[in-house]
């Protein structure tokens, strides 16, 4: 049973497109976030979510909008798709904000922009 | 959060310990420590964490210096599976707007 888990796993698309990645965690976490692992390979934190409620939004693209529609799922919708947007992107989720606790994160999803 | 340093790459034999160093010489009294694994392709995993003690689970150990200036991450046992890339991260757990921020981390290679 994934904790959590994120879809689609890959995801290749032409630019101009909109597309969505779902997450979803079964842990009760409070606290969801959207990370970004470039070619370069650095993460970097994009978003980060407290109850469905916005936290941080970490100089992102308005293009990039996140969507929780329960504290279990943050979404992640991407419109007008760039080539710079290639990308493998992580979700994760924390107990809570505040406190020493880890972070679990998903498996990833691979976006292509062709 | 306080800017952590380590080395870019090292190696292992399998089957002897892995000691990996951080340094965090502007830790503040309120982070953390927290050391992640990324395996190739996979998502970061959570290993340890640790504020001034040191830490041990059935991963790994994690020291800390009394100063708290640095920390080893101590695999005991360091098997092929144990490759990855390594993030050695400070986090203040009582601020709401600092979230865990990933720096280069230090490559393990495990060698038969």
């Known amino acids: ?114 | 959060d306080a800017k952590t340093t380590q080395p870019p790459s090292m190696d292992c034999a399998e089957g002897r310990a892995a000691n990996l160093p951080c340094n965090h010489s502007t830790i503040s009294g309120n982070e953390y420590v927290y050391w992640y694994r990324q395996i190739h392709s996979q998502g970061p995993q959570y290993i340890i964490h640790g504020l001034k003690n040191n830490e041990t689970n059935e991963m790994a150990s994690l020291i800390i210096t009394e100063d708290r200036k640095s920390s080893t991450l101590i695999l005991p046992h360091a098997t092929l599976r144990d490759t990855a890339v390594y993030y050695c991260i400070v986090r203040a757990y009582n601020n709401a707007g600092n979230m865990l921020t990933f720096g280069g981390g230090t490559r393990l290679m495990v060698k038969p």
């Open chain 1, 1 to 114: 049973d994934t904790a959590v888990s994120q879809t689609p796993k890959y995801l290749v698309t032409q630019m101009g497109n909109d597309k969505s990645i779902k997450c979803e965690q079964n842990l009760g976490h409070d606290t969801m976030y959207w990370y970004k692992q470039d070619s370069k390979k650095f993460l970097k934190i994009m978003f980060s979510y407290n109850n469905k409620e916005l936290i941080i939004n970490e100089t992102v693209p308005n293009r990039f909008s996140p969507k929780s529609p329960d504290k279990a799922h943050l979404n992640l919708h991407i419109n007008s798709l760039e080539l710079g947007d290639s990308a493998v992107y992580f979700c994760a989720s924390s107990q809570a904000l505040l406190g020493a606790y880890g972070y679990t994160f998903g498996s990833g999803t691979r976006l292509t922009v062709v």
